[in-house]
């Protein structure tokens, strides 16, 4: 073979194993030790391991794969570490480990003397670590974390400032190890209080003690419960202890924590890092390093700062205004306020209610106005009526005064001929009794007229009949003839055939003809002889039947004929404006309608039309 191909296929096969190295690299998974101290189900544990994980598992490039280990120095206090050692070594001996991740001081302790030996070329990742604990500590190789934060002075600041009276600080402590760190701590910050807060200390006790000893601390004193893992007996307080509860139900003072998983279980409130955020921070930390940070360059930080958080509940068991509570501290399981929590919800709903009864304010007001409108309409009314009852009164005597006029006038010229005819010894019986006759018709017409107009008035209804229009007009001359020839008035008559039937009262219709000839009479009264002449016409019009009944007489001047139908307008000296206003009403009555226009080339023309009957 020779040496090219030789160097190319050597080529060949270093790339192909270089590619499956890296395939095998990729998919291989990361491999992490988590040790934990104590129970995992303490509070604190389990907030900071579920949201470690959580975050560590989360998007990860590769499988993780997790090895919870278990250290319980509370109760063995590192007696049996180098044998726990031993028996992980062998456990781990073929798995190689990528990252320790050491949660709490006592674990970070247990990986830093035994990382290289257990898992050798692991970094170590710790957290859970209190700030403070790790002055003068040698940080070994390949190792990085995040501490936490116990803020006993911003707790002991926040219990000022809810009771400002307070001259005494109670901080209560077990006997471990852990317990005594914790106290030292709060004995160091309480130095920072000298002068304004009096430090006491309930530790070395039973738990039986502690929660009595907390019964009998005054009620302006601060309590700040620090931790009790183990008592002075030797008795251990356990994940689900309700010692805080009970501290709760005796203490006179406001019981104060700077323990965050201890919220909610009892006391006022305090100041703290979230557990559950410095798990999400220290399984960030444990990702940047698996993705090959070196954690040697990654500073030690305390993660994240303290947050402060008062507890609703607490302020109303210890008698706390809520306005003391600093700003910077959240409120929590405060029941709904309505005005609060719901303010735009609340603001639309009193919005809606303002409106309504606004609306109803202004319904109230116009009903009220409108019953005030009413009862003065209703009063008005009852003042028309009278009025009205009086115009109609007035009406009706002026009516039968007027309609009455003509046929007295008549009955006057009958017995005055026959006086005549007495004194000239012309008077024969035949004579007699034909004077007498006419006189008693024009009495039967003016009772009939007396009778038909009151009817008309009371009930204001007529009472129709199929009528002949020609032959009322022709009745209504007849009457009128004597009149004509006594003012030397030519009477003329063209009355159109065949004319539709009309329904309406005769008697009604013959005064109609009666008023507009005798006001034509009048009115042609101041032309000479021989020039004063009535024309009486019947057409059919427009579905019914026109009467028109014109003269030579002046007409009417633009601004009369306006109100020519007016009642009581008149123009004569002795009139009463009657006439027509009842020409008008009668009309109606029978559903036509009569209107005025000049006559050409002078003289008056009244036009009344009335409806035709139905076709049966
Ligand atoms: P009166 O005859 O009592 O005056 P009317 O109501 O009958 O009442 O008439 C009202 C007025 O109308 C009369 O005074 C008169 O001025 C005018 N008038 C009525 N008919 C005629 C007519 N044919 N020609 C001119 N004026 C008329």
């Known amino acids: 073979m020779p040496a090219a191909v030789r160097r190319c296929a050597l080529a060949a096969l ?71 050692a031993a028996v992980l070594q062998r456990q781990y001996r073929d798995i190689r480990i990528d990252v320790v991740i050491a949660t709490g001081l006592e674990p970070l302790e247990f990986a830093a003397l035994y990382r290289d030996k257990v898992w050798p070329g692991a970094a170590i990742v710790f957290m859970g670590v209190t700030d403070g604990w790790l002055e003068n500590w040698k940080r070994p190789s390949r190792t990085t974390g995040i501490t ?85 007996q030797g008795q251990y307080g356990g994940p689900y202890n309700t010692i805080l509860a009970q501290i709760r139900e005796r203490s006179p003072a406001p019981l104060l924590s700077a323990v965050y998983t201890q919220w909610n ?27 090959g940070a070196d954690p040697d360059l990654i500073p030690i930080a305390a993660v994240p700062a303290a947050v402060c958080q008062v507890d609703w ?26 005005w609060r929590d719901y303010f735009w919800q609340f603001l639309i709903l009193v919005t809606i209610i303002v409106l309504q009864f606004g609306l109803l304010w202004v319904v109230i007001v116009q009903s009220r106005a409108r019953r005030i409108a009413e009862q003065r309409l209703r009063e008005r009314a009852i003042e028309m009526a009278r009025v009205g009852r009086l115009a109609a009164m007035g009406e009706l005597a002026g009516s039968i005064a007027h309609e009455v006029n003509q046929p007295i006038a008549s009955i006057l010229s009958n017995a005055e001929a026959a006086k005549m005819m007495l004194d000239r010894g012309s008077l024969d019986d035949g004579k007699l009794r034909e004077i007498l006759d006419d006189i008693c018709n024009e009495d039967m017409r003016a009772a009939d007229v007396v009778r ?24 209504a001359l007849r009457h009128l003839a004597m009149e004509a020839a006594r003012r030397g008035v030519t009477l003329e008559t063209a009355l159109g055939s065949p004319l539709p039937v009309v329904l309406a009262e005769p008697v009604e219709l013959e005064q109609v003809v009666a008023n507009l000839v005798v006001n034509g009479m009048e009115a042609v009264g101041g032309n000479p002889e021989g020039m004063r002449s009535i024309r009486v016409a019947t057409v059919a019009a427009e579905g019914g039947v026109e009467i028109v009944v014109s003269d030579n007489g002046p007409g009417l001047s ?23 206003s009842i020409v008008r009403t009668i009309v ?14 002078r003289g008056a023309v009244f036009r009344v039309w009335l409806p035709a009957t139905p076709e049966a």
Request: net charge positive.
């Open 452 to 475: 038909s107009v009151r009817k008309m008035f009371s009930r204001g209804e007529l009472n129709l009949v199929p009528t002949d229009i020609n032959a009322s007009v022709s009745g």
């Open 14 to 84: 270093v790339l192909v194993l270089a590619a499956w190295a890296h395939g095998v690299a990729a998919a291989a998974p990361w491999r992490v030790v988590i040790i934990r101290n104590w129970d995992e189900l303490y509070r604190v544990n389990e907030t900071r391991e579920r949201a470690l994980r959580e975050v560590l598992l989360e998007n990860s490039p590769r499988e993780i794969e997790i090895y919870p280990e278990q250290l319980d120095n509370l109760r063995f206090n590192k007696k049996y570490n180098a044998e726990t």
């Open 588 to 601: 109606h009555l029978h559903g036509g309608r009569v209107g005025y226009e000049p006559n050409v080339p």
């Open 558 to 580: 633009q601004a009369d004929a306006a109100r020519v139908f007016n009642t009581t307008f008149t123009t004569k000296k002795d009139g009463m404006g009657f006439g027509l």
């Open 265 to 291: 279980r009892g006391p006022v409130g305090g100041l703290s890092s979230p557990s559950d955020e410095h798990g999400r921070a220290g399984g960030r930390l444990v990702r940047r390093v698996l993705d």
């Open 148 to 232: 936490t934060v116990l803020d006993v002075a911003g707790t002991l600041n926040l219990g000022l400032a809810l009771l400002p009276s307070a001259r005494k600080v109670y901080f209560i402590a077990g006997s471990s190890e852990f317990d005594q760190r914790y106290l030292d701590q709060a004995r160091a910050a309480a130095r920072r209080f000298s002068g304004r807060l009096e430090p006491h200390y309930i530790t070395g006790l039973s738990r039986e003690e502690i929660i009595e000893s907390t019964a009998h601390v005054e009620r302006d004193a601060l309590l700040f419960y620090l931790t009790v893992l183990r008592d002075s």
């Open 313 to 338: 509940r607490g302020l109303q068991r210890w008698s706390i205004s809520e306005a003391k509570v600093p700003g910077y501290c959240a409120i929590v399981n405060r029941p709904p306020q309505m």
